[in-house]
Nanobody, 123 residues
Framework: QLQLVESGGGLVQPGGSLRLSCAAS????????IGWFRQAPGKEREGISC????????YYADPVKGRFTISRDNAKNTVLLQMNSLKPDATAIYYC????????????????WGQGTQVTVSS
């Protein structure tokens, strides 16, 4: 079982940037793809980005393409999500999530969840 801890959320103005971090620990941590989901009030939890454990391939949902960048530091077992040009509709709780080997945008494939970090985009 993996343990995931998110950090880096906060309040930012529209057009600003934030960098989220997900620290992973546990058995065979390198066998898991680490992704990010977000959930806005009244909305379903949606997958927005992921990085594979096999070849480092990445996935981005359409709403964040060109503005978000995911990366993985294997030495630290940490996944980063750089978020640029933030819009108010990005306001949500962001969760990191682990799936076995390959990326998935489906919550049912998630093996472990972090506790979430709040991102608020507002003037």
């Amino acid at each position: 079982q993996l343990q995931l801890v998110e950090s880096g959320g906060g309040l930012v103005q529209p057009g600003g940037s934030l960098r989220l971090s997900c620290a992973a620990s546990g058995y065979n941590v390198d066998y898991y793809a680490i992704g990010w989901f977000r959930q806005a009030p009244g909305k379903e939890r949606e997958g927005i980005s992921c990085i594979s454990s096999t070849d480092g391939s990445t996935y981005y949902a359409d709403p964040v393409k060109g503005r978000f960048t995911i990366s993985r530091d294997n030495a630290k077992n940490t996944v980063l999500l750089q978020m640029n040009s933030l819009k108010p509709d990005a306001t949500a709780i962001y969760y990191c999530a682990a799936t076995f080997r390959y990326c998935s945008s489906q919550a049912r494939d998630v093996r472990s969840w972090g506790q979430g970090t709040q991102v608020t985009v507002s003037s």
